[in-house]
């Protein structure tokens, strides 16, 4: 039986394809759009052949009106969108800001419009951590509760902020409209999920991040490193005011954050909320030596590394207060770090050239 229609924007990416996994595992519909930008179909065969079900997929891009339009007359079924597509490289956001402008704001606004053409009142968007900026400027907010002030400190944050303001504005017009007409309008609900560092893998060994081009977040690095794609990591920065010198930052296990998307989805059905944001963060945080210690461990070796400057526009502490999902939502990330590197390197080891191979023989095998 299904229990409801969902279509996943940027479903063949890393946090989508988990989220949409979890969706039919669910039982929910899932149609997927997605452009391949950062992303491949490969995915799709992974998700079928874990979960026994097949995700509708169609090539699309956000930032075409008309086609969304298409995939929403195509299956007018379709009541609630979850939406990932985005471009996401922080520091490429400070050199192409009008593309990152273009996708992240003016799709998600192509988005909107083919939502209220087509009478779909449910969104629930990618939000980031990095809508809060540099936290630590508020001494008393560090683990980062949802009501620390935004301050993003890059064009990437900036559009993050901007989307979360235009969907805010949407709903709430909604909501007021049909009050208007004399109907609840309790229908128009959004979340606003700011996650933390996503980490990780299927355990299965045959879904994970396969980034296109140079990675340059910290766990795809190091199993890069693990691989012999990369002598060695290079850390950024052991003068940071932690217990060890290297920076904070929150790693919540992908299933986890997938889990948290389907919770914040039920939710919005059958509580009806209006807007609402949600941390996704584990509570605990990590610094950049304890990571390189937990993956080495995983992988059973030391891996070489480098101290080098901070990077530009890092802070020392980005951690999640995530009480309120954890007691609105009754979400909980229950993975560890452990469990996370494990997955990773099982990953990386069984899939060298990640999704542009075939699936490892032993899954098919057994
Ligand atoms: P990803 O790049 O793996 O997934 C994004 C997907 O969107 C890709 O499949 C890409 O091909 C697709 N896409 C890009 N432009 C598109 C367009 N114009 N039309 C249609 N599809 C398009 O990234 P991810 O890590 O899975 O991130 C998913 C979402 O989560 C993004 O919105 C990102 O900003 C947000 N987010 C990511 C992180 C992180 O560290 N990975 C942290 C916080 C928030
Ligand atoms: C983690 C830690 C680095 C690489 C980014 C975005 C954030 C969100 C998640 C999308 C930091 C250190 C890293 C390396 C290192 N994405 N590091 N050597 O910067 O916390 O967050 O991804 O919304 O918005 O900013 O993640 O994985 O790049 O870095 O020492 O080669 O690892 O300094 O302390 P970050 P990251």
Same mark, same amino acid.
């Given at each position: 039986?299904?229990?409801?229609?969902?279509?996943?924007?940027?479903?063949?990416?890393?946090?989508?394809?988990?989220?949409?996994?979890?969706?039919?595992?669910?039982?929910?519909?899932?149609?997927?759009?997605?452009?391949?930008?950062?992303?491949?179909?490969?995915?799709?065969?992974?998700?079928?052949?874990?979960?026994?079900?097949? +995700? %509708?997929?169609?090539?699309?891009?956000?930032?075409?009106? @008309? &086609? =969304?339009? *298409? /995939?929403?007359? +195509? %299956?007018?079924?379709?009541?609630?969108?979850?939406?990932? @597509? &985005? =471009?996401? *490289? /922080?520091?490429?956001?400070?050199?192409?800001?009008?593309?990152?402008?273009?996708?992240?704001?003016?799709?998600?606004?192509?988005?909107?419009?083919?939502?209220?053409?087509?009478?779909?009142?449910?969104?629930?968007?990618?939000?980031?951590?990095?809508?809060?900026?540099?936290?630590?400027?508020?001494?008393?907010?560090?683990?980062?509760?949802?009501?620390?002030?935004?301050?993003?400190?890059?064009?990437?944050?900036?559009?993050?902020?901007?989307?979360?303001?235009?969907?805010?504005?949407?709903?709430?017009?909604?909501?007021?409209?049909?009050?208007?007409?004399?109907?609840?309008?309790?229908?128009?609900?959004?979340?606003?999920?700011?996650?933390?560092?996503?980490?990780?893998?299927?355990?299965?060994?045959?879904?994970?991040?396969?980034?296109?081009?140079?990675?340059?977040?910290?766990?795809?690095?190091?199993?890069?490193?693990?691989?012999?794609?990369?002598?060695?990591?290079?850390?950024?920065?052991?003068?940071?005011?932690?217990?060890?010198?290297?920076?904070?930052?929150?790693?919540?296990?992908?299933?986890?954050?997938?889990?948290?998307?389907?919770?914040?989805?039920?939710?919005?059905?059958?509580?009806?909320?209006?807007?609402?944001?949600?941390?996704?963060?584990?509570?605990?945080?990590?610094?950049?030596?304890?990571?390189?210690?937990?993956?080495?461990?995983?992988?059973?070796?030391?891996?070489?590394?480098?101290?080098?400057?901070?990077?530009?526009?890092?802070?020392?502490?980005?951690?999640?207060?995530?009480?309120?999902?954890?007691?609105?939502?009754?979400?909980?990330?229950?993975?560890?770090?452990?469990?996370?590197?494990?997955?990773?390197?099982?990953?990386?080891?069984?899939?060298?050239?990640?999704?542009?191979?075939?699936?490892?023989?032993?899954?098919?095998?057994?």
């Amino acid at each position: 039986m299904v229990v409801g229609s969902v279509l996943v924007t940027g479903g063949t990416g890393y946090i989508g394809s988990f989220t949409a996994l979890a969706l039919l595992e669910a039982d929910y519909k899932v149609v997927i759009v997605d452009n391949l930008y950062n992303s491949s179909q490969e995915v799709l065969r992974r998700i079928e052949l874990i979960s026994g079900k097949k +995700a %509708h997929y169609h090539t699309c891009d956000i930032t075409d009106e @008309a &086609a =969304l339009d *298409a /995939v929403f007359a +195509a %299956h007018p079924d379709i009541d609630n969108v979850i939406h990932f @597509a &985005a =471009l996401k *490289a /922080v520091g490429e956001s400070g050199e192409r800001p009008l593309d990152y402008y273009n996708v992240n704001v003016f799709g998600s606004l192509c988005l909107l419009r083919a939502m209220k053409k087509h009478h779909v009142t449910n969104i629930v968007f990618s939000s980031s951590a990095t809508v809060y900026g540099d936290a630590t400027r508020f001494p008393n907010m560090i683990p980062i509760p949802e009501e620390c002030p935004l301050g993003p400190t890059n064009p990437y944050g900036n559009t993050k902020v901007t989307v979360e303001m235009m969907i805010t504005d949407h709903v709430n017009a909604e909501r007021a409209n049909a009050k208007k007409a004399g109907k609840s309008g309790e229908e128009f609900n959004a979340a606003l999920l700011r996650y933390f560092n996503p980490a990780g893998s299927h355990p299965s060994g045959i879904m994970g991040e396969d980034p296109q081009g140079v990675p340059y977040n910290l766990l795809p690095l190091l199993a890069q490193v693990a691989v012999g794609k990369r002598e060695k990591l290079l850390v950024f920065g052991d003068d940071y005011a932690s217990k060890d010198g290297t920076a904070i930052r929150d790693y919540i296990h992908i299933l986890d954050l997938a889990a948290g998307h389907l919770i914040a989805l039920n939710y919005l059905r059958a509580n009806h909320p209006g807007v609402r944001a949600w941390n996704l963060g584990t509570g605990k945080g990590s610094t950049v030596f304890e990571m390189v210690a937990a993956f080495s461990k995983a992988v059973g070796r030391d891996l070489p590394y480098q101290v080098v400057g901070r990077r530009a526009g890092d802070v020392l502490d980005l951690t999640a207060n995530p009480t309120r999902a954890n007691t609105e939502l009754g979400w909980k990330a229950h993975r560890t770090l452990e469990d996370a590197c494990a997955d990773l390197w099982r990953w990386t080891e069984n899939n060298p050239q990640g999704y542009r191979q075939e699936p490892p023989k032993a899954f098919l095998e057994a």
